[in-house]
């Protein structure tokens, strides 16, 4: 069905200093509903198509694909094809962004097929049109016949120096300690996702709630497309529940309740399951034929299998839920009570951190991988490119929750998961400068009944901690339920939710932080919106949860080990003059391969001189930092030099310490004993250990071995064989040892650049008698 809309309309709104407009009736005219929402150079398109959905189905098939075309910033897309490709990790984010504001807001017996198709068609790289489109979304939806129960408005807010910023650009989130986007209705709060630098609660529920005052704005907005375009309010008839639900609750309610308060998971679901097959037995004694059932509302009525299932599966609802209002979980604890908590560190030998987070039913088995810069991710979009250089990653194999399912790529969800773990575990990460290296998580549930990110964030804390990586302060996460009743407004808040608290539940409210403020926090709710006194309130006891989960953690591991794990990559960062990278690279990257070559390290270098060296142990690190420094600072008098011989003439060596850079070993420097012939010490090729013991005002360098030798305490083996046993260090009648000449072959030094011509090296000074 098409909108309709022959003509082609446009509203705007100011919010906070951002002009936003909302147009209709110019693109994508055959969709149920199409606009654009622009602020700034972003445009986004979303076209929503409704249509009769397929036969027998008992579920509400709304589909929400998000994606970014590279044209909108003027960008070609990267890889080989470029195309196009499988949806990013980013449009996977923004699907998952629109959806769930929206899901809740259309009523339970609709059973049309809904798709929103959304996406950039300019960008102008500093405002997301992530938020963009959710309003997009909620607007569109007004245009088409589904009995979407909105509008809905959202917004992001930043925050600098304490001041709140509506839609704030990529810049200004750069400088902000907190990312907040929050959906709501005209009455209350739909959907949170945000992410700060250890805000007090107090501050994020302020946030929370000036993000909803900005949010009647945007509502206000798209009832202003709908007066323009001479469109009516939409009004919703809703339709009379199955009258089958009464008839099983009258029956089968009591034995569905003693099923609920069974505490193992497993054991609960295998019993509940019984009970439906029991019940579609009375109703239907013959297989697969229709049973004409007097209802509890008066009348008969045939029923069949999946009616029978889809009744049961709301008497389900309704008795956990009235469990939980009277004051009974399904596994017996109070309101505010944590499941058993069991925290391990160092499982696996060869992970360079390890840690097992259980609480309750629910199991993660987390490990970390330290690498270095050339593991990090490369990021691209609409947006500019970007480095990442810390990845958590979530999978949850279908045995965690005891099921067989094909096995796959990472879904919506496990992408969602570790996405919010990982925003959530970032902020307490060391700067680059502090701790070079790139760190991968990898969450594994292993078991799962609620809540399994906030279990992925525990273990990402003490997996991290395990690792040696220095991090500010721990991190914990809770989930909090809710259950309301719709008549009395009566509610109960539940610290740990399992399955069936969340999946018959209301609200599934996920906060982690330290225990100085938050630091990640996402909201899904099942019903039509919570209240500021409900969100206050829930900040307050995720709070009080996290505390107690943070001590449990503690008690595995108080703090970061010391060193990093023997197994992971040794890394040092220094910093050099950037006009001297082309020193340590050379010619054709000579020099950079043969300092790779000789100490095994691996060597990365940024446009801003930061050098990165990398090798499976610290020496072969150090042995680069000290070539490299000693490159790029010059010869410095008194250091210790690693050289390489590169001419030998009669009155000494001449050795290569630096690249392109040589000084002259005099045949009196070479030993502490009588030296008849350079070559009876070294040949040409040789390494020797040389210490720089002058440089002369032609920056000519003068070297010494002995004095080398002597410095780091080793055996010079030339004067242990040529001296004999009890001999003083000089040679008795022999001629003395030659003392420096000024100019000559020693005195004042030989040495300079390798191409200076050495062959007139023996007229500087005497020659060996």
Request: proline share 7%.
């Amino acid at each position: 069905m098409s909108n309709n809309v022959t003509s082609r309309k446009s509203v705007e709104r100011t919010i906070g200093d951002k002009k936003i407009s909302i147009e209709t009736g110019l693109l994508a005219k055959q969709a149920s509903g199409a606009v654009v929402v622009r602020i700034g150079d972003t445009m986004t398109l979303v076209a929503t198509m409704a249509a009769p959905g397929r036969e027998g189905l008992d579920f509400f098939p709304l589909t929400v694909d998000y994606r970014e075309k590279t044209y909108a910033a003027g960008k070609f897309p990267g890889g080989f094809i470029k195309r196009e490709g499988r949806p990013s990790t980013k449009e996977i984010l923004t699907s998952r962004l629109i959806d769930r504001p929206i899901r809740p807001l259309f009523p339970d017996w609709y059973r049309e097929e809904v798709q929103i198709q959304a996406g950039p068609i300019s960008a102008d790289r500093q405002n997301d049109p992530d938020v963009l489109t959710i309003i997009g979304a909620s607007a569109s939806l007004l245009l088409t016949k589904a009995p979407f129960q909105g509008p809905i408005g959202a917004v992001r807010l930043g925050r600098i120096d304490g001041k709140l910023i509506p839609f704030p650009t990529a810049e200004e989130i750069e400088q902000s300690d907190l990312d907040l986007v929050v959906a709501s209705t005209s009455k209350a709060v739909v959907m949170i996702e945000g992410f700060g630098e250890e805000l007090p609660e107090p501050e994020m529920a302020d946030a929370i709630m000036e993000a909803h005052r900005l949010n009647q704005e945007l509502i206000g907005l798209q009832y202003d497309l709908l007066e323009a375009l001479g469109r009516p309010i939409p009004e919703h008839v809703e339709t009379p529940a199955d009258p089958l639900r009464q008839l099983l609750y009258d029956r089968y309610g009591h034995q569905l309740r003693e099923a609920k308060q069974i505490f193992l998971k497993q054991e609960r679901n295998a019993t509940t399951k019984a009970l439906v097959e029991q019940i579609i037995k009375d109703l239907i004694p013959a297989e697969g034929q229709g049973q004409v059932v007097a209802l509890a509302a008066g009348g008969e009525e045939a029923v069949t299998p999946g009616r029978i299932k889809a009744a049961f599966y709301a008497v389900e609802e309704r008795v956990v839920r009235e469990l939980i209002l009277d004051g009974r979980r399904p596994d017996g604890r109070g309101p505010r009570d944590l499941r058993a908590i069991r925290c391990e560190v160092g499982l696996l030998p060869r992970a360079h951190g390890s840690a097992l987070f259980q609480r309750g039913e629910t199991q993660a088995l987390v490990t970390t991988v330290l690498g270095t810069s050339a593991d990090e991710q490369r990021v691209d979009g609409i947006m500019d490119e970007f480095h990442k250089k810390f990845m958590l990653d979530y999978n949850m194999p279908p045995f965690a929750v005891g099921e067989i399912r094909p096995i796959r790529g990472p879904g919506r969800r496990e992408i969602g998961h570790g996405a919010l773990a990982e925003r959530s575990v970032a902020p307490i990460l060391p700067t680059p400068a502090q701790f070079p290296y790139t760190i991968r998580v990898v969450s594994d549930i292993l078991e799962s009944n609620g809540s399994s990110s906030m279990a992925s964030v525990c273990g990402a804390t003490l997996s991290l901690m395990d690792a040696g990586v220095p991090i500010s302060d721990p991190v914990g996460g809770i989930s909090i339920g809710l259950v309301q009743d719709e008549h009395t407004g009566r509610h109960i808040l539940l610290t740990d939710i399992i399955g069936d608290e969340d999946h018959f539940g209301d609200m599934d409210f996920k906060v982690a932080g330290t225990q100085r403020g938050v630091t990640g926090i996402q909201l899904d709710l099942k019903n039509k919106g919570i209240t500021e006194e409900i969100i206050r309130e829930t900040l307050e006891q995720a709070h009080e949860a996290r505390l107690e989960i943070l001590r449990a953690m503690l008690r595995a591991i108080k703090r970061p080990r010391e060193e990093i794990s023997s197994n992971a990559p040794r890394l040092i960062q220094i910093q050099i003059n950037p006009e001297k990278i082309g020193l340590v690279i050379g010619p054709g990257g000579k020099t950079i391969r043969r300092l790779q070559e000789e100490t095994g390290a691996k060597i990365d270098i940024e446009d801003s001189g930061v050098v990165t060296l990398s090798s499976s142990d610290a020496s072969g690190a150090e042995a680069a930092r000290d070539k490299i420094v000693a490159m790029t600072e010059g010869v410095q008098i008194g250091r210790i030099y690693e050289g390489r011989v590169t001419s030998i003439k009669d009155f000494g060596a001449f050795v290569e310490i630096l690249p392109g850079k040589d000084g002259l070993v005099h045949i009196s420097e070479l030993s502490d004993g009588y030296v008849a012939s350079v070559t009876d010490i070294c040949r040409v090729g040789d390494p020797m250990l040389v210490k720089a013991i002058a440089v002369d005002d032609q920056d000519r360098v003068k070297l010494s071995r002995k004095a080398a030798l002597a410095e780091r305490g080793e055996v010079d083996e030339f004067a242990s064989r040529t001296r004999p046993a009890g001999a003083p260090d000089r040679p008795q009648g022999g001629p003395p040892r030659r003392p420096p000449q000024a100019g000559g072959g020693g005195g004042g030094g030989y040495g300079g650049d390798r191409d200076r011509d050495r062959d007139r090296g023996p007229s500087r000074g005497p020659s060996r008698p």
